[in-house]
Structures are given as structure tokens and as C-alpha cells.
T-cell receptor, first 115, second 114 residues
Framework: GNSVTQMEGPVTLSEEAFLTINCTYTATGYPSLFWYVQYPGEGLQLLLKATKADDKGSNKGFEATYRKETTSFHLEKGSVQVSDSAVYFCALRLWGYSSASKIIFGSGTRLSIRP | DVKVTQSSRYLVKRTGEKVFLECVQDMDHENMFWYRQDPGLGLRLIYF???????EKGDIPEGYSVSREKKERFSLILESASTNQTSMYLCASSFTGTAQETQYFGPGTRLLVL
């Protein structure tokens, strides 16, 4: 079936450290891939996305590349800040039989950044 | 900016009560969704709707129903609340039909069923 697997947290890093959060997927066809972020006390918001193989999504210093050969979409940031502390969700979107397409989310990775 | 609002941030209900969670979006989105979020399980889709009065079951619809009488409003109903429905409930909305489609989320309702 279709699924998303991401690394378990929590992940704790010091400020300015390099971040990688791994995400792999299983899907029929060619899904679109997303990273959503949930800051404390808030709903999810889109961080970045990629819709086809080799696309790179980027936003706020975060990047992720759609790798079809390894079915991966790892999230990276070169230098994290305390304000990046949040829960990060990897997700994929499939075209459904209805006009509303469904998103399948990973279980989320909690990131904490120490000053 | 897209705004998705949910009627309550926190709710405490008793087992057996009927519970209504309301969601309103202001961007004329066709699609609306209800998820529940539980630690270690991520988000799971309960129901979604792609048009007024249209609804489809998600992955975990048991114990829930929905109503969409107006395009901007999508209600989640717990017919008889149970303790295993204690969770964070998230509403989302989106436009239809492009590869770029993303979902916009409300702030969530944390429901405790005693």
C-alpha cells in the first residue's frame, strides 16, 4: 500500500548544527511530496513541496530533493535555529478517484534546538 | 492569507455525549478534510468532502459522521463520544486538481472525553 516512513524523534540539536530528517515513501504511480511543519500550539503548515523526480523544494533555508530511485525526500537545513523547534511531517499526495486527492502523512519527527 | 478556523481550541466532554466540531474556511476551497492526530501515529484521515453535501470516508471513519451544508463549513460529529476519541482534531481545506495542491490547516481542537 501507500505509506510514508520518517525517522523517529525526538531529534535534539544545538543551534547552528546541520539537520537531516529522513523520509522514504511507498506509492503507486508518481506522487507529489511535501514537508509540513507544526509549531507548538498551531496547526500544520506547508514548508516545501516537490511534484516530480529530481525536483528540489526549498523554503526558510530548508531543502528536500525528490529522489525516485531511492524513493526518498529527506529534509535538510545547513544551520538550524531555536525557532525551528517544531514537529515535521513528511507527506505524499496521490490522485484519487474523486476530485479530492488524499494526503498520506508520516508519523512526524519532533525537533528541539538548544540555544 | 488563507484562514481555516475551528470552533474550539479545547473541549472536555463525557462518554456518550454528542460532540460537534466546526470548521470554517474563507478561501472558497472545494475540498475540506478532518484528521485526528495522535502521538506516534501522525495524522489519520477521518472524512473528507469535495463539494457541498458530498462526503467520503477516510481511513478511520468509525464513530464519526460529517456534514457539509455550505461550501465554507465542514462539521465533524461524534455521535456518542468514547474515551478512545480523545485526540487532537485538525481541519484542512484545499483547492482541487493540480499537482501543486496543498492543504491549509486550522489550529486544531484538543478533545478530552472523560
Amino acid at each position: 500500500g501507500n505509506s510514508v516512513t520518517q525517522m523517529e524523534g525526538p531529534v535534539t540539536l544545538s543551534e547552528e548544527a546541520f539537520l537531516t530528517i529522513n523520509c522514504t515513501y511507498t506509492a503507486t504511480g508518481y506522487p507529489s511530496l511535501f514537508w509540513y511543519v507544526q509549531y507548538p500550539g498551531e496547526g500544520l503548515q506547508l514548508l516545501l513541496k516537490a511534484t516530480k523526480a529530481d525536483d528540489k523544494g526549498s523554503n526558510k533555508g530548508f531543502e528536500a530533493t525528490y529522489r525516485k530511485e531511492t524513493t526518498s525526500f529527506h529534509l535538510e537545513k545547513g544551520s538550524v535555529q531555536v525557532s525551528d523547534s517544531a514537529v515535521y511531517f513528511c507527506a505524499l499526495r496521490l490522485w484519487g478517484y474523486s476530485s479530492a486527492s488524499k494526503i498520506i502523512f508520516g508519523s512526524g519527527t519532533r525537533l528541539s534546538i538548544r540555544p | 492569507d488563507v484562514k481555516v478556523t475551528q470552533s474550539s481550541r479545547y473541549l472536555v466532554k463525557r462518554t456518550g455525549e454528542k460532540v460537534f466540531l466546526e470548521c470554517v474556511q474563507d478561501m472558497d476551497h472545494e475540498n475540506m478534510f478532518w484528521y485526528r492526530q495522535d502521538p506516534g501515529l501522525g495524522l489519520r484521515l477521518i472524512y473528507f468532502s469535495y463539494d457541498v453535501k458530498m462526503k467520503e470516508k477516510g481511513d478511520i471513519p468509525e464513530g464519526y459522521s460529517v456534514s457539509r451544508e455550505k461550501k465554507e463549513r465542514f462539521s465533524l460529529i461524534l455521535e456518542s463520544a468514547s474515551t478512545n476519541q480523545t485526540s487532537m482534531y485538525l481541519c484542512a481545506s484545499s483547492f482541487t486538481g493540480t499537482a501543486q495542491e496543498t492543504q491549509y490547516f486550522g489550529p486544531g481542537t484538543r478533545l478530552l472525553v472523560l
